[in-house]
């Protein structure tokens, strides 16, 4: 789809990136100041490379060798940036519909009605952009960038400036643009956790180079990877939906994949979908089905893939969806974990975490 091989120097930089993107969602990662921005401004047109080429679905967006060189608003990109700036007189309506209206009728794929649905906006729609919160506004920001029908969505550090717990909200916004519109994106972020709940294929960058690149659940435990990437904070950003509320008690049950999981926080509604983080490391393995315990999960599951980081062992977990678990290397020894293993997750309720802001129902 998208197919580049980049030079671009700076007084003390330079960039050499050589890729081809697919569909679905890929990342770049990598420490700041690594040259993921300047990459991601080179595919959008906003920086124009030294040397090379950039194509998109055959077309020349970028050729050194040809001169050419597409303006960014011709190359018909979605583009959202960590602190996105909104047309500051308009409602949030207007800054939706600005980019539908510039659209030729034919390129037209969706109504802006759909993206107020998908992204929630409804409530908002009226009000001025001034008065947004940080999550609201790049909700607006992205259905703005969708309202044009992008080719691509580029983004970069989209979730950067917001907390924790609304960065994984938007997140799984995110994950439902890619489900329901199918969008193509680029994500550029620093987040080892964000990156593995939402990409499929990952670009690492460091220092203007690429060290890693490809599936997104094996680049980024590439040994040139573990050394800046934080993997001791690592969380699993889940999509849930509420099932089933327990009376005043303040758990309920979740869906997530296949397997059905009791979180704290119950005042929740059923049929409510959100976010919730586990963190890699607050999950146990259990080769048998557990005795009582005090943890509130035991769920089965299957190893799908295990990948050694340092002194760090990730067990990748099938439960319909992928759960990490980080066990040391004498667990993984001890407990004779390989690929296809049925185990069992035992997880607190307490660490199953939703994250908050989100409050949507599923209905699509
Ligand atoms: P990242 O997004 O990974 O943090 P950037 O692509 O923004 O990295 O920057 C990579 C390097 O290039 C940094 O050292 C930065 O200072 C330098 N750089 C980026 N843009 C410019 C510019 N316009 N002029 C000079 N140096 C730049
Ligand atoms: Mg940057």
Do not use: W
């Amino acid at each position: 789809m998208l197919e580049m091989n980049v030079r671009k120097s700076f007084a003390d930089f330079t960039l050499e990136c050589e890729a081809q993107f697919g569909e679905g969602v890929t990342a770049i990662f990598g420490p700041s100041g690594s040259g993921k921005s300047t990459l991601l401004n080179s595919i959008a047109g906003l920086v124009r490379p030294d040397e090379g080429h950039i194509r998109f679905g055959g077309e020349a967006l970028y050729s050194s060798g040809e001169g050419t060189h597409v303006p960014p608003d011709k190359r018909k990109f979605g583009y959202v940036f960590q602190d996105s700036a909104l047309f500051p007189h308009m409602s949030v309506a207007d800054n939706i519909h600005y980019g539908y209206k510039l659209t030729a009728r034919n390129d037209r794929r969706i109504e802006p009605s759909q993206l107020v649905e998908l992204l929630q906006l409804g409530h908002l729609m009226e009000r001025g952009v001034g008065n947004l919160s940080g999550g609201e506004r790049q909700r607006v920001a992205l259905a703005r960038a969708l309202a044009t029908f992008p080719r691509l969505l580029l983004l970069d550090e989209p979730l950067a400036s917001l907390d924790g717990g609304l960065r994984g909200v938007i997140l799984g916004y995110l994950k439902r643009i890619r489900r329901e519109l199918g969008t193509p994106m680029v994500y550029v972020s620093h987040s080892i956790s964000e990156v593995l709940a939402l990409a499929d294929s990952a670009l690492v960058l460091r220092d203007g180079k690429v060290v890693a690149f490809g599936r997104a659940s094996e680049a980024l435990v590439m040994p040139e990877v573990s050394a800046f990437a934080q993997f001791d904070t690592l969380e699993n950003l889940l999509e849930a939906v509420v099932i089933k509320r327990y009376g005043d008690e303040d758990i309920a049950e979740l869906a997530i994949g296949d397997a059905q999981v009791i979180a704290a926080g119950g005042r929740r509604s059923e049929g409510e979908a959100l976010t919730v983080s586990i963190r890699a490391g607050d999950i146990i393995v259990s080769r048998q089905i557990p005795p009582q315990t005090s943890a509130r999960n035991a769920i089965k599951a299957r190893v799908s893939e295990i990948h050694c980081v340092d002194s760090r062992v990730l067990v990748y977990a099938d439960v319909g969806t992928r759960i990490i678990v980080e066990i040391t290397l004498s667990s993984l020894e001890a407990l004779e974990l390989k690929e296809g293993t049925e185990i069992y997750l035992i997880i607190k309720a307490n660490s199953v975490i939703p994250l908050e802001g989100s409050g949507s129902r599923q209905d699509g």
